[in-house]
């Protein structure tokens, strides 16, 4: 049980250049997520998609695009590339767990656009 | 300016200190959710809390929620090195609303 992976772990991209994160869960939730992580900034939510064939946007969806494959992947895109997208990115996934949804992350991407 | 304030922004102490973290809000939250992330690793969810007043405890922290249900502390006694890592705080209503503060970076010195 691997819980929430991502791939790439670190990437560095050129102003333009396009790219894909790619996440996968095994615990079989519904909800998915990606967020952006900045010093001083928290946790930013990107997109969520709430179950398979639905996406929404979320605080800072511009720039990027998302996928949600199957129940088990959702990817997020960077179709052209700029300097205020370097970050670290965490894909999440939840479960409702009495009254509130229980979120568990991946180990993140560390994303830098020179 | 943050939806969620976390203070301090950062705290160091010895091992075997007590220490108190803040998250406030001007907003009512349906439930408050505590994490602590470690260098190069996601966030890992510590503790909700959902109940005005609500006291929860794990080991040596305690987490307790306002009765406002706007904001929360984290108690941690005799801290340890291991306890040393980013707390974030983090409220919202539903699965897709939650909102992180910006956290505090914990050291605690052995």
């Known amino acids: 049980n691997a819980g929430v992976t991502q791939t790439p772990k670190f990437q560095v991209l050129k102003t333009g250049q396009s790219m894909t994160l790619q996440c996968a869960q095994d615990?079989?939730?519904?909800?998915m997520y990606w967020y952006r992580q900045d010093p001083g900034m928290g946790l930013r939510l990107i997109y969520y998609?709430?179950?398979?064939?639905?996406?929404d946007k979320g605080e800072v969806p511009n720039g990027y695009n998302v996928s949600r494959l199957n129940k088990r992947e959702f990817s997020l895109r960077l179709e052209s590339a700029a300097p205020s997208q370097t970050s670290v990115y965490f894909c999440?996934?939840?479960?409702?767990?009495?009254?509130?949804?229980?979120?568990?992350f991946g180990p993140g991407t560390r994303l830098t656009v020179t | 300016t943050q939806l969620l304030e976390q203070s301090p922004q950062f705290l160091s102490i010895q091992e075997g200190e007590n220490l108190t973290v803040y998250c406030n809000s001007s907003?009512?939250?349906?439930?408050l959710q505590w994490y602590r992330q470690e260098p190069g690793e996601g966030p890992v969810l510590l503790v909700t809390?959902?109940?005005?007043?609500e006291v929860k405890k794990l080991k040596r922290l305690t987490f307790q929620f306002g009765d406002a249900r706007k904001d929360s502390s984290l108690h941690i006694t005799a801290a340890q090195p291991g306890d040393t890592g980013l707390y974030l705080c983090?409220?919202?209503?539903?699965?897709?609303?939650?909102?992180f503060g910006a956290g505090t970076r914990l050291t605690v010195k052995p």
């Open positions: 999440a996934s939840s479960q409702l767990a009495g009254r509130s949804y229980e979120q568990y």
């Open positions: 615990m079989n939730h519904n909800s």
């Open positions: 998609s709430a179950s398979e064939g639905t996406t």
């Open positions: 907003s009512v939250f349906s439930s």
């Open positions: 809390v959902v109940t005005g007043g």
């Open positions: 983090a409220g919202g209503h539903n699965n897709n609303d939650m909102r």
